[in-house]
T-cell receptor, first 111, second 112 residues
Framework: QKEVEQDPGPLSVPEGAIVSLNCTYS??????FMWYRQYSRKGPELLMY????GNKEDGRFTAQVDKSSKYISLFIRDSQPSDSATYLC???????????FGTGTSLTVIP | ETGVTQSPTHLIKTRGQQVTLRCSSQ?????VSWYQQALGQGPQFIFQ???????GRGNFPPRFSGLQFPNYSSELNVNALELDDSALYLC???????????FGPGTRLTVT
């Protein structure tokens, strides 16, 4: 079983839609949860990070962590064509010296 | 403020050869992590260097080795290249708060 599972998609939505991206994980020791956006042939770009459980909002993006279910989500409101990219979830232990990424979900927002 | 840079951009090597990839961390960052990203996959953690010492390692064989210099730039060395080593190699730097990583554009390595 992989440490982190993420549906690769692809996911295609109309402009303005609410997008929900999800990851599940198996290791209850994970404490830090990150979301990255990666455009084609570029390095990942950090969108948001959360420590332990709870919600965090930044503009159109909301990250949720449910440690009891080992489930994390990223919501994108009012999606834009410029949001079209691959979204990667990542996790680490409290020591922060090893990181585990999901496979990535490919998102296309259609104008 | 200069971001994370990597060199070279692309590289083609033959199976069995050795390769060195380079990374300059973002100004002021003292931690560098290296990742391997195969096509269509998420990045796989190779190792992390903090203040010139290896601080964590993923499930990669010893032929993957690294180095961090006093200016916090870093190298990834891969010996005895195999076809499966073909991938995008990413480095990411951070300052102590290691979960807040900033990635470089990557080096695309092709092994033939």
């Amino acid at each position: 079983q992989k440490e982190v599972e993420q549906d690769p998609g692809p996911l295609s939505v109309p402009e303005g839609a609410i997008v929900s991206l999800n990851c599940t994980y198996s290791n209850s020791a994970f404490q830090y949860f990150m979301w990255y956006r990666q455009y084609s042939r570029k390095g990942p770009e950090l969108l948001m990070y959360t420590y332990s459980s709870g919600n965090k909002e930044d503009g159109r993006f909301t990250a949720q962590v449910d440690k009891s279910s080992k489930y994390i989500s990223l919501f994108i409101r009012d999606s834009q064509p410029s949001d079209s990219a691959t979204y990667l979830c990542a996790m680490s232990h409290s020591t922060g010296n090893q990181f585990y990424f999901g496979t990535g979900t490919s998102l296309t927002v259609i104008p | 403020e200069t971001g994370v840079t990597q060199s070279p951009t692309h590289l083609i090597k033959t199976r069995g050869q050795q390769v060195t990839l380079r990374c300059s961390s973002q100004s002021g960052h003292n931690t560098v992590s290296w990742y391997q990203q195969a096509l269509g996959q998420g990045p796989q953690f190779i190792f992390q260097y903090y203040r010139e010492e290896e601080n964590g390692r993923g499930n990669f064989p010893p032929r993957f080795s690294g180095l961090q210099f006093p200016n916090y730039s870093s190298e990834l060395n891969v010996n005895a290249l195999e076809l499966d080593d073909s991938a995008l190699y990413l480095c990411a730097s951070s300052l102590d708060r290691v979960y807040e990583q900033y990635f470089g554009p990557g080096t695309r390595l092709t092994v033939t």
